[in-house]
């Protein structure tokens, strides 16, 4: 690792550490290969999956990047509440998520990705950016996990990806909406990760975006609702 992944990946885990953070928007010195293995170092795994994140044209060009970015899953991210004082600066975005039935290798298929599903669940990404504001670059994001701070999972499957849109509610009050179709293919979406990753593994769960801006968290009840299914966590 580069003297300037280094210092990147310190400050990330002092700020983290110690419940405060950073201003973003500098440059470190370090590119987008590079940030992912500050990532990797802060999240050394096992892991339990992974997630996508800047799956539209129109935020990748925001962030002046050709394609999604991904942060990893380890096992304590997966919740079925939300605690606010575990979180330095908690948002929402309603997401589907797929659980893999068989592994997927480098150079697998788009359809052979679409085969390993086990199912689709609605999901809920709980971002947490260590950057003040949501306010960086895309070295900066991916370092620090793509934001990841927890994930929650709805207990219903589909079998396919449901269809319409995804509404995000808290406390009966709708606060974000976007239509499913635009995460894409989910068996695109696979065999990219799987050839940037190194591989998926069966059991493993991988969350594929979000159609809908994230929303700042507040206590009280988050559902999310797609095509009959419903998600509902308290926020406390």
């Not at 003297?3 to 990147?8: D, I, M, S, T």
């Not at 983290?16 to 990797?40: F, I, K, M, T």
């Not at 939300?82 to 997927?104: G, H, M, N, Y």
């Amino acid at each position: 690792m580069r003297e300037e992944e280094k210092a990147l990946l310190e400050a990330i885990r002092q700020a983290r550490a110690q419940g405060h953070r950073l201003l973003g928007g500098r440059d470190w010195g370090v590119g987008l290969e590079g940030a992912y293995r500050v990532q990797e170092a802060l999240c050394p795994g096992p892991w339990k999956g992974f997630k996508l994140g800047l799956v539209s044209p129109a935020k990748q060009a925001q962030m002046g990047v050709r394609e999604p970015i991904f942060g990893r899953v380890s096992p304590g991210m997966l919740r079925e509440g939300v605690e606010l004082s575990r979180f330095l600066q908690p948002r929402a975005e309603p997401e589907v998520a797929v659980f893999l039935k068989e592994d997927l290798p480098p150079g697998a298929t788009p359809g052979r990705a679409y085969g390993a599903v086990a199912g689709f669940f609605l999901a809920v990404d709980l971002l947490d950016s260590v950057w003040e504001g949501y306010r960086f670059t895309a070295s900066e994001v991916v370092a620090d996990n793509a934001s990841g701070g927890g994930f929650l999972l709805g207990l219903r499957p589909w079998a396919r990806l449901p269809r319409g849109h995804l509404r995000l509610y808290l406390n009966g009050e709708r606060v974000a909406e976007g239509p499913i179709e635009a995460l894409g293919d989910p068996g695109e979406r696979l065999s990219w990760l799987a050839e940037r990753v190194g591989g998926l593994r069966a059991g493993q769960v991988v969350f594929l975006g979000s159609p809908a801006p994230a929303v700042p968290l507040e206590r009280g009840v988050l559902e999310v609702w797609a095509e009959g299914g419903v998600l509902l966590a308290q926020v406390v």
